[in-house]
């Protein structure tokens, strides 16, 4: 079993940027695929960005790629989703999920565990 925990969210303009944090605890985290996703009213779920169990395999949405960016640090159990050049359109609660398994994983269904959500409104 495995816990997580986001933080990070809040209000940001157009143009600026936000880190977000995941805390794993419960086990070693370093043995799980990650991701990112995340839930505006009204829409469903979609993916954000994920990464492999170990460092170097990582996939994200067209519509984020080249200003999010996702980074695990496994000796700190924690999972980061750097976000630039914020848009209106990113305003959604993010969540990061965890899957102990070794592949990288765009399909919300296939994750494990999921923390609580954070957040995120980008004002025009």
């Known amino acids: 079993q495995v816990q997580l925990i986001e933080s990070g969210g809040g209000l940001v303009q157009a143009g600026g940027s936000l880190s977000l944090s995941c805390a794993a605890s419960?086990?070693?985290?370093?043995?799980?695929?990650v991701g990112w996703f995340r839930q505006a009213p009204g829409k469903e779920r979609e993916f954000v960005a994920a990464s492999r169990w170990s460092a170097g395999s990582t996939k994200y949405a067209d519509s984020v790629k080249g200003r999010f960016t996702i980074s695990r640090d496994n000796a700190k159990n924690t999972v980061y989703l750097q976000m630039n050049n914020l848009k209106p359109e990113d305003t959604a609660v993010y969540y990061c999920?965890?899957?102990?398994?070794?592949?990288?994983?765009?399909?919300?269904?296939?994750?494990?565990?999921w923390g609580q959500g954070t957040q995120v409104t980008v004002s025009s």
């Open positions: 999920a965890a899957r102990l398994s070794t592949g990288v994983y765009v399909t919300p269904q296939l994750y494990d565990y």
């Open positions: 419960g086990r070693t985290f370093s043995s799980y695929a």
